[in-house]
């Protein structure tokens, strides 16, 4: 394929950069615990210094894969499929969410909602991040907030994007991983005081699960 033809179809979001791909039970958040098919893309520009996928960064390392191809073999593992990544909203969604849409299933995205959103989605997660601010539209969408909880001003960032979010998002605190010893303690004192929020584990961490 010529370079063109291949920018071309990565501009729609027919080709995209495809990392790896994995059945296994969705760890975080508001669905912890329901296994789900996960579709990780690779690129992102955040440059979160915890981000436990820095190997996600880089499109270039990941292969080029065509949407369909992606679809055809996620149908055959779940009903939900979580796209993540990398930044998943790096990428047009569209073609990749109506495709696995026309399948039946129940699409969920992992998003720092940096980007654009595209896709249409049954389930959006924000993970905010400091570096680079979601987009008002992830704020208006989003179904869960789920904020990375590194130090103490956290906090206070994350109150700042409750703010931001509509009236119906599910509000959680995840401790970064690297720090849960000294963080965790902090956040079930925070939800305690603060009781709209809740707290969200890596539970696959702990299961020794992918
Ligand atoms: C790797 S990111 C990919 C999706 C998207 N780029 C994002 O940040 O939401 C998936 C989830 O893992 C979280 N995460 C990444 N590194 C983490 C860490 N060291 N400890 C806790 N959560 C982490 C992110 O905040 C996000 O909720
Ligand atoms: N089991 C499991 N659950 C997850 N929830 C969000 C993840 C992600 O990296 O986006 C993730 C992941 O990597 N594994
Ligand atoms: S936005 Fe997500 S993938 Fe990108 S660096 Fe941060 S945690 Fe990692
Ligand atoms: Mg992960």
Same mark, same amino acid.
């Given at each position: 394929?010529?370079?063109?033809?291949?920018?071309?179809?990565?501009?729609?979001?027919l080709?995209?950069?495809?990392?790896e791909?994995?059945?296994?039970?969705?760890?975080?958040?508001?669905?912890? &615990?329901?296994?789900?098919y996960? =579709?990780?893309? &690779?690129?992102?520009?955040? &440059?979160?210094?915890?981000?436990?996928?820095?190997?996600?960064?880089?499109?270039?390392?990941?292969?080029?894969?065509?949407?369909?191809? =992606?679809? *055809?073999?996620?149908?055959?593992?779940?009903?939900?499929?979580?796209?993540? &990544?990398?930044?998943?909203?790096?990428?047009?969604?569209?073609?990749?969410?109506s495709?696995?849409?026309?399948?039946g299933?129940?699409?969920?995205?992992?998003?720092?909602?940096?980007? *654009?959103?595209t896709?249409?989605?049954?389930?959006?997660?924000?993970?905010?991040?400091?570096?680079?601010?979601?987009?008002?539209?992830?704020?208006?969408?989003?179904?869960?907030?789920?904020? =990375?909880?590194?130090?103490?001003?956290?906090?206070?960032?994350?109150?700042e994007?409750?703010?931001?979010?509509?009236?119906?998002?599910?509000?959680?605190?995840?401790?970064?991983?690297?720090?849960?010893?000294?963080?965790?303690?902090?956040?079930?004192?925070?939800?305690?005081?603060?009781?709209?929020?809740?707290?969200?584990?890596?539970?696959?961490?702990?299961?020794?699960?992918?």
């Open positions: 394929m010529k370079k063109s033809e291949k920018q071309e179809l990565i501009d729609h979001g080709l995209l950069p495809l990392m791909e994995f059945y296994t039970i969705q760890g975080e958040g508001f669905h912890k &615990g329901t296994a789900a996960f =579709i990780r893309l &690779g690129g992102c520009d955040v &440059g979160c210094h915890w981000c436990d996928v820095k190997e996600s960064w880089n499109a270039e390392l990941h292969p080029p894969t065509m949407a369909d191809a =992606i679809v *055809e073999n996620a149908a055959k593992y779940s009903k939900t499929i979580v796209v993540t &990544g990398g930044e998943p909203l790096m990428w047009n969604m569209d073609p990749l969410t495709k696995l849409k026309a399948e299933l129940q699409i969920h995205i992992e998003t720092s909602g940096a980007y *654009e959103l896709g249409t989605w049954d389930w959006i997660c924000l993970s905010p991040k400091k570096l680079k601010l979601p987009t008002q539209a992830v704020y208006d969408k989003a179904d869960e907030l789920k904020v =990375i909880v590194y130090n103490k001003d956290d906090f206070r960032f994350a109150e994007q409750a703010a931001k979010v509509n009236k119906d998002c599910i509000l959680f605190l995840q401790p970064e991983w690297s720090k849960r010893d000294k963080v965790v303690p902090e956040i079930v004192d925070y939800v305690m005081a603060n009781p709209k929020w809740k707290v969200s584990l890596q539970t696959h961490k702990y299961l020794n699960i992918p």
